[in-house]
């Protein structure tokens, strides 16, 4: 089974707004905003108290990206992002919306009475915790962030926003994130500003695993449709080769293993995957690269075991694997494996020209 941690979602909730800006951004034409209104339903009012979070300009297409949030109150709506994507000659090349139509009508509850610790310790007392002390780490607007308590393995973002109540108004509430030490779940709370009732939870914790397998050493087959798409790889000329499975192998029990050269591509990793700081010359020879850092971490503390280190000058990372061995047998197969993937994905957004100002964001 495999367990993938969407902590940064939560990160990200903690997030200002960048260049926060009331109304229309000006380089887009009137009758692009009147059809934009008339597509999604939208009032003047939507139009005028939405905030601009980001804009950027496709270095490959020319296309100008604009990502909208609507705001009630100045404070935003919880998912509710416009985005309109205009093309070099100003034309509208595409354009999408989840705002609430006309929400200033549909709002109910504007008040933050209740605080930010008052949330927090709200959503203690859903999960059966005990009141605990909350130490204030960060403030900055809508955002407030709280030092970990024993419950939990991270920081605690708490954040101000709208979002849609039982009786399908909006209401204003504290959004509150806490993940907790046994690394199982990674709550989101939505706690009512007014009265301090959960409005809903969400668990941000993903798993999932392959089903069951009758046949000892059956070996699935990748799905058909599943596959990358290879816009001119320029390969980073450093003698690289990796024993892993490649994409499109989803596991080991959808195929085998073979050894991939020179994967780094010389646009999006321009001093290959072994370097840290940007300048020609690689400072690792190991499982630590740009765009990721694979370690073994069994016990889910967060933090790399006394497994020793196994490196290559020659970049050649070849290690034994067997189906039949457990975790220890195979560590160094593993991380290497695990190092691949994430470098390897991060070249597959750039094939598709999304990067840093797109909002692609690399951690391990």
């Excluded at 941690?5 to 707004?17: R, Y």
């Excluded at 995957?273 to 016990?299: F, K």
């Excluded at 457990?326 to 990067?355: C, Q, W």
């Amino acid at each position: 089974m495999k367990k993938i941690s969407l902590t940064v979602i939560v990160i990200i909730l903690g997030t200002l707004f960048a260049d926060a800006q009331g109304f229309k951004a000006t380089e887009i034409k009137e009758d692009i905003w009147e059809g934009i209104q008339d597509k999604y339903g939208l009032s003047e009012v939507d139009l005028q108290t939405m905030q601009l979070s980001q804009r950027s300009v496709s270095a490959e297409s020319g296309v100008t990206h604009y990502y909208f949030h609507q705001t009630i109150d100045g404070t935003p709506v919880h998912n509710a992002v416009l985005n309109v994507h205009i093309l070099p000659g100003g034309k509208l090349l595409h354009s999408g919306s989840s705002f609430t139509p006309d929400a200033q009508s549909l709002t109910g509850n504007r008040s933050f009475s209740l605080t930010s610790a008052q949330a927090a310790q709200s959503a203690f007392s859903d999960l059966g915790w005990s009141n605990s002390p909350l130490e204030e780490k960060l403030e900055n607007g809508n955002f407030k962030g709280y030092k970990k308590i024993t419950k939990t393995l991270s920081d605690i973002p708490v954040k101000k926003t709208f979002t849609l109540s039982g009786n399908e108004r909006l209401s204003a509430a504290w959004t509150v994130g806490l993940e907790t030490t046994d690394g199982e779940h990674a709550w989101l709370y939505f706690i009512d500003a007014g009265n301090g009732n959960v409005i809903r939870r969400l668990d941000l914790m993903q798993k999932c695993g392959f089903g069951k397998h009758g046949t000892e050493g059956h070996i699935c087959r990748a799905r058909k449709g599943f596959g990358t798409k290879n816009l001119g790889h320029v390969p980073y000329p450093d003698g690289s080769e990796y024993n892993v499975f490649p994409v499109p192998v989803e596991s080991p029990i959808h195929g085998e293993r073979s050894l991939v050269s020179e994967p780094a591509d010389a646009v999006a990793s321009p001093f290959g995957w072994q370097d840290l700081n940007g300048i020609t010359g690689r400072e690792t020879d190991g499982v630590q690269g740009n765009n990721g850092h694979a370690y073994e971490d069994r016990d889910g503390n967060d933090s790399p075991e006394n497994t020793p280190l196994i490196t290559n000058p020659n970049l050649f990372f070849d290690f034994p694997f067997d189906r039949g061995l457990r975790d220890t047998g195979m560590v160094y197969a593993k991380r290497y494996a695990r190092l691949f993937l994430p470098l390897r994905f991060y070249r597959g957004l750039r094939e598709f020209s999304i990067h840093e100002l797109h909002g692609a964001r690399r951690r391990r």
